[in-house]
């Protein structure tokens, strides 16, 4: 267990509509990275948060969205669904450095979004 | 465009004997390495991390790295079934605008059978 939590678990929804998913962070990790991963594929950045701002981005377009809330917790907004935003959506805390080495990212069980 | 790439297999080995993973990048700046492990409709768990080249040893598995030769490796001794997964290479990709911690790339994965 890796103390990242999200919800839901599985999540259905309909092209055109909007999702919010849900992360918790590990306890003292104030970053939180979220991914795309389709079937059959690695996981793809999406953008990543840090003290409540947004600290990086991939390539997705503006109707992916987030927020990071000051206890860390996190949301990941995505408007006028697609049936291509079908995919596991995992977000990974970490504790942001100043090196140029990475801290460790760990994920969560990931959401489960199925765009019929 | 920063890729990394991986075999994506399946690689299948009988039970006992080692497995032998490899991943190339292509961010000759990159400082930070990861292995995780996905089992089937689960999210990635970390197996290893390296940061300077050479060996680094963890139990039954080892990461191999060589900057100069852009390639990282992950190897299994005494293989077990419950090893079967897919392995997911990562790469820090270092960002280019101040204050972020960059974000990690991953390979498509490499899909590992331990026949008993």
């Known amino acids: 267990e890796t103390g990242v939590t999200q919800s839901p678990t599985h999540l259905i929804k309909t092209r055109g509509q909007q999702v919010t998913l849900r992360c918790s962070s590990q306890s003292g990790h104030n970053t939180v990275s979220w991914y795309q991963q389709a079937l059959g594929q690695g996981p793809q950045f999406i953008f990543q948060?840090?003290?409540?701002?947004?600290?990086g981005r991939g390539n997705f377009p503006p109707r992916f969205s987030g927020l990071q809330f000051p206890n860390y917790s996190s949301e990941l907004n995505v408007n006028a669904l697609e049936l291509d935003d079908s995919a596991l959506y995992l977000c990974?805390?970490?504790?942001?450095?100043?090196?140029?080495?990475?801290?460790?990212?760990?994920f969560g069980p990931g959401t489960r979004l199925t765009v019929l | 465009q920063k890729e990394v790439e991986q075999n994506s297999g399946p690689l299948s080995v009988p039970e006992g004997a080692i497995a032998s993973l490899n991943c190339t990048y292509s961010?000759?700046?990159?400082?930070?390495f990861f292995w995780y492990r996905q089992y089937s409709g689960k999210s990635p768990e970390l197996i290893m991390s390296i940061y300077s080249n050479g060996d680094k040893e963890d139990g039954r598995f080892t990461a191999q790295l060589n900057k100069a030769s852009q390639y990282v490796s992950l190897l299994i001794r005494d293989s077990q079934p419950s090893d079967s997964a897919t392995y997911l290479c990562a790469v820090h990709l270092i960002a280019t605008y101040g204050g972020s911690q960059g974000n990690l790339i991953f390979g498509k994965g490499t899909k590992l059978s331990v026949k008993p």
């Open positions: 961010d000759r700046v990159s400082q930070s």
């Open positions: 948060y840090y003290r409540e701002e947004e600290n």
């Open positions: 990974a805390s970490s504790l942001a450095t100043t090196s140029d080495v990475l801290d460790t990212q760990y």
